[in-house]
């Protein structure tokens, strides 16, 4: 055999061991990110029955608020988990932060469901909420290094789908669970312990990119040559830096980062100030016209979630077809068009479910760019750290918006305003900070 043949044989080879360390990765993210949509869904679905079981006479009279608090808490433990899930990855691997974020949710989840009291609650749901926010950033820079370029994208859309599909799968859990009774609540966050099994599975199928474990072998060699009181190249020398001092101190990718924490900011904002009166609305609606208010209002939340998933798939392969940019203006666009549509022209609920549908499917949907584009901004040694600050520090705003959603009804003056007025204006802001966020990356290799 010539050399030439024994070089393309070891090259498929050496594809093909990609390829399935690829697909192991993503099925493994998938699963864990599926539970993540389950377990934040289901705050969404039983947060009502939790309290009204836990609350006191004096909790039950402003019962709204203190449901808001629930989330809001979630978020809050999401936003700080993740960032700081974002260095660990940095430092201890992808695989092995991807394992502790799984075990850490599934083990808060489950104690979730032996809350003795609203506070216990509330501090659970924080906890809990740590561990939900820690597997993106571990999880997406993962994929972003193990899949090539020209599919990055799509596997991206995929891994992000399974929010969307962990969300229907709790909907659907729950109708199952509330012949229960008041106690149904507690089954379901029950159910999330069985991510624990995945860890399993990360175990045995899924390891680091090389891309990362060259990173690690350099950090290590100029850790000793230092320790040694030998010389370190500059490009090493950065490498025993923090991973947010290495990337957050370079001036270009700090202005970088702070453009799309804003861009971030504000898809999250216009989707938690619509997200929860586009079924409320859709209610209205049907109680207009003798129907049962809140089985339509379930309907459309459900319609709303499971439109997320076509979403985010479409989106990965618009990205990889179209680039990164015209794709997510496409969805900022369709996302702001869409919300006047709905609450100025639509009055019908039959109608409002297909309006929904078609909500879902862009204002979820956008959210897939940022696992495809974020991870090809930032070089391998602050990937992750990078796109967790700025993906889950956008959680921030969003548990504020939770907990002022009812104050900016009131000052509006109606939930057809509000969330018009709020949604519309988030989504133009996001088309025009498109142009500035970074370069196109469409089929270019992740930076070093």
Same mark, same amino acid.
């Given at each position: 055999?010539?050399?030439?043949?024994?070089?393309?044989?070891?090259?498929?080879?050496?594809?093909?061991?990609?390829?399935?360390?690829?697909?192991?990765?993503? =099925? $493994?993210?998938?699963?864990?990110?599926?539970?993540?949509?389950?377990?934040?869904?289901?705050?969404?679905?039983?947060?009502?029955?939790? =309290?009204?079981?836990?609350?006191?006479?004096?909790?039950?009279? %402003?019962?709204?608020?203190?449901?808001?608090?629930?989330?809001?808490?979630?978020?809050?433990?999401?936003?700080?988990?993740?960032?700081?899930?974002? !260095?660990? $990855?940095?430092?201890?691997?992808?695989?092995?932060?991807?394992?502790?974020?799984?075990?850490?949710?599934?083990?808060?989840?489950?104690?979730?469901?032996?809350?003795?009291?609203?506070?216990?609650?509330?501090?659970?749901?924080?906890?809990?909420?740590?561990?939900?926010?820690?597997?993106?950033?571990? $999880?997406?820079?993962?994929? &972003?290094?193990?899949?090539?370029?020209?599919?990055?994208? %799509?596997?991206?859309?995929?891994?992000?789908?399974?929010? &969307?599909?962990?969300?229907?799968?709790?909907?659907?859990?729950?109708?199952?669970?509330?012949?229960?009774?008041?106690? @149904?609540?507690?089954?379901? !966050?029950?159910?999330?312990?069985?991510?624990?099994?995945?860890?399993?599975?990360?175990?045995?199928?899924?390891?680091?990119?090389?891309?990362?474990?060259?990173?690690?072998?350099?950090?290590?060699?100029?850790?000793?040559?230092?320790?040694?009181?030998?010389?370190?190249?500059?490009?090493?020398?950065?490498?025993?830096?923090?991973?947010?001092?290495?990337?957050?101190?370079?001036?270009?990718?700090?202005?970088?980062?702070? %453009?799309?924490?804003?861009?971030?900011?504000?898809?999250?904002?216009?989707?938690?100030?619509?997200? @929860?009166?586009?079924?409320?609305?859709?209610?209205?609606?049907?109680?207009?016209? &003798?129907?049962?208010?809140?089985?339509?209002?379930?309907?459309?939340?459900?319609?709303?979630?499971?439109?997320?998933?076509?979403?985010?798939?479409?989106?990965?392969?618009?990205?990889?077809?179209?680039?990164?940019?015209?794709?997510?203006?496409?969805?900022?666009?369709?996302?702001?068009?869409?919300?006047?549509?709905?609450?100025? @022209?639509?009055?019908?609920?039959?109608?409002?479910?297909?309006?929904?549908? =078609?909500?879902?499917?862009?204002?979820?949907?956008?959210?897939?760019?940022?696992?495809?584009?974020?991870?090809?901004?930032?070089?391998?040694?602050?990937? @992750?750290?990078?796109?967790?600050?700025?993906?889950?520090?956008?959680?921030?705003?969003?548990?504020?918006?939770?907990?002022?959603?009812?104050?900016?009804?009131?000052?509006?003056?109606?939930?057809?305003?509000?969330?018009?007025?709020?949604?519309?204006?988030?989504?133009?802001?996001?088309? &025009?900070?498109?142009?500035?966020?970074?370069?196109?990356?469409?089929?270019?290799?992740?930076?070093?």
């Amino acid at each position: 055999m010539s050399d030439l043949e024994s070089g393309i044989r070891d090259r498929a080879v050496t594809l093909r061991r990609i390829d399935k360390a690829s697909r192991r990765a993503l =099925v $493994a993210s998938w699963l864990g990110w599926t539970f993540d949509g389950f377990e934040t869904y289901a705050l969404v679905l039983a947060g009502s029955a939790a =309290v009204t079981s836990l609350g006191t006479s004096g909790q039950l009279e %402003r019962l709204p608020a203190y449901v808001g608090a629930l989330v809001a808490a979630t978020l809050l433990g999401w936003a700080l988990g993740g960032i700081a899930a974002g !260095f660990a $990855a940095d430092y201890l691997g992808r695989r092995r932060t991807l394992m502790i974020s799984i075990l850490w949710y599934a083990l808060f989840t489950s104690l979730t469901a032996f809350a003795p009291g609203y506070w216990w609650l509330l501090a659970l749901r924080f906890v809990t909420g740590m561990g939900l926010g820690a597997e993106w950033g571990s $999880a997406t820079a993962l994929i &972003g290094e193990l899949w090539p370029d020209r599919s990055r994208g %799509r596997a991206a859309a995929v891994l992000q789908s399974g929010f &969307g599909v962990g969300a229907v799968l709790a909907a659907l859990a729950w109708f199952l669970l509330q012949p229960a009774g008041n106690q @149904a609540w507690r089954y379901l !966050f029950l159910i999330g312990a069985l991510p624990a099994l995945i860890v399993l599975y990360v175990r045995r199928a899924v390891h680091d990119p090389e891309m990362w474990t060259e990173i690690r072998e350099r950090r290590r060699n100029a850790k000793a040559t230092a320790a040694g009181g030998g010389q370190v190249s500059p490009a090493d020398r950065e490498l025993l830096r923090s991973p947010f001092t290495a990337v957050f101190s370079q001036p270009h990718l700090r202005r970088r980062a702070l %453009r799309l924490l804003l861009i971030t900011v504000v898809s999250v904002i216009g989707l938690y100030s619509v997200s @929860a009166w586009i079924p409320q609305y859709t209610g209205q609606l049907a109680k207009n016209a &003798g129907l049962p208010a809140g089985e339509w209002a379930a309907n459309a939340g459900l319609v709303f979630n499971a439109a997320s998933v076509p979403g985010y798939l479409l989106l990965g392969y618009l990205a990889d077809k179209w680039g990164r940019k015209p794709t997510m203006l496409v969805y900022y666009a369709g996302s702001a068009l869409i919300l006047p549509i709905f609450f100025f @022209a639509v009055s019908t609920p039959g109608v409002a479910l297909a309006a929904a549908g =078609v909500a879902g499917f862009f204002i979820l949907g956008q959210f897939a760019w940022m696992p495809i584009y974020l991870p090809e901004l930032f070089p391998t040694a602050g990937r @992750a750290t990078a796109i967790s600050t700025v993906f889950n520090s956008a959680r921030i705003a969003g548990s504020l918006v939770t907990l002022t959603a009812g104050l900016l009804i009131s000052l509006l003056g109606s939930i057809s305003a509000a969330a018009t007025t709020i949604g519309v204006t988030s989504y133009a802001i996001a088309l &025009g900070l498109i142009w500035f966020v970074g370069p196109e990356t469409k089929g270019q290799p992740l930076p070093r």
